[in-house]
């Protein structure tokens, strides 16, 4: 198990920035690999972004693509979630979790790819 904690979250206008950050602790980060969700209010959760172990690899969201980036810092145990260009269809609570297993570049988007999960920092974005 990875224990995971979330930070970085509040209130932004919209076109605004935010980077989120997840710290972890437990077993070995670099095997893991990280991505974000987020869930709405009255909404089912929703894949954000995720990267493999090396940090070379992401994937994102079409709604996300070219707004956020995901990164990892593997000797700060550390992944990031840089938000640019926020919308209010933005807002919701962002979790950050972990994945001990390899998954295709399809089902590393399902959260059932990842083990552990933090408690959720929130983000809202005002018009």
């Known amino acids: ?45 929703e894949f954000v972004a995720a990267t493999r ?3 070379r690899s992401t994937h994102y969201a079409d709604s996300v693509r070219g707004r956020f980036t995901i990164s990892r810092d593997n000797a700060k145990n550390t ?6 260009s ?6 919701g609570l962002y979790y950050c979790a972990a994945g001990s297993t390899y998954y295709s570049d399809y089902l590393i988007r399902s959260g059932a790819a990842y ?8 983000v809202t974005v005002s018009s």
């Open 79 to 84: 992944v990031y979630l840089q938000m640019n």
């Open 53 to 55: 172990w090396s940090g």
């Open 115 to 122: 083990d552990s999960w933090g408690q959720g920092t929130q």
């Open 86 to 91: 926020l919308k209010p269809e933005d807002t």
């Open 1 to 45: 198990q990875v224990h995971l904690v979330e930070s970085g979250g509040g209130l932004v206008q919209a076109g605004g920035s935010l980077r989120l950050s997840c710290a972890t602790s437990g077993r070995t980060f670099s095997s893991y690999a990280m991505g974000w969700f987020r869930q709405a209010p009255g909404k089912e959760r």
